[in-house]
């Protein structure tokens, strides 16, 4: 399986993928740490921090809708990146419930975020 990685390192503030792009890989933080987020540069809303060992980037690549946060380096960062087509051969040899499950649990994450899209522009709009 490590084989199937890239290792590549990204300097501070260093964007990695933007909100929108394709979902081509998943990256795992082998040092340093990784900022989610959604917005603009300026006006970035912060969903969730990576640290060693975290994973980042697998929602795009199961369902293969776009990206929906930017990820940036914070610091220093080191990464291993999987290419989605490693990870969808491992997940089509699954069991078909197991994928089932997998897709569920992504469209429920989607759903979620859209409605806080939804709910944070309501809020902005009073």
Same mark, same amino acid.
């Not at 960062?77 to 992504?106: C, H, K, N, T």
């Given at each position: 399986m490590s084989a199937a990685f890239e290792r590549r390192t990204f300097a501070p503030g260093e964007l990695i993928f933007k909100e929108g792009d394709p979902g081509d890989s998943l990256y795992?933080?082998?040092?340093?740490?990784?900022?989610?987020?959604?917005?603009?540069?300026?006006?970035?809303?912060?969903?969730?921090?990576?640290e060693t060992s975290g994973i980042f980037g697998e929602?795009?690549?199961f369902d293969r809708k776009p990206r !929906? &946060?930017?990820?940036?380096? @914070?610091v220093e960062s080191v990464l291993m990146r999987m290419p989605a087509s490693v990870l969808r051969e491992g997940l089509?040899?699954?069991?078909p419930l197991l994928r089932q499950l997998v897709q569920?649990?992504?469209?429920?994450?989607?759903? !979620? &975020?859209?409605?806080?899209? @939804?709910?944070?522009?309501?809020?902005?709009a009073e």
């Amino acid at each position: 399986m490590s084989a199937a990685f890239e290792r590549r390192t990204f300097a501070p503030g260093e964007l990695i993928f933007k909100e929108g792009d394709p979902g081509d890989s998943l990256y795992v933080v082998e040092s340093g740490r990784v900022r989610i987020w959604r917005g603009d540069v300026e006006h970035p809303t912060v969903i969730g921090r990576v640290e060693t060992s975290g994973i980042f980037g697998e929602m795009a690549i199961f369902d293969r809708k776009p990206r !929906m &946060a930017h990820a940036s380096a @914070e610091v220093e960062s080191v990464l291993m990146r999987m290419p989605a087509s490693v990870l969808r051969e491992g997940l089509y040899g699954a069991d078909p419930l197991l994928r089932q499950l997998v897709q569920l649990l992504i469209d429920n994450i989607r759903t !979620m &975020a859209r409605r806080l899209d @939804e709910l944070e522009a309501k809020l902005g709009a009073e």
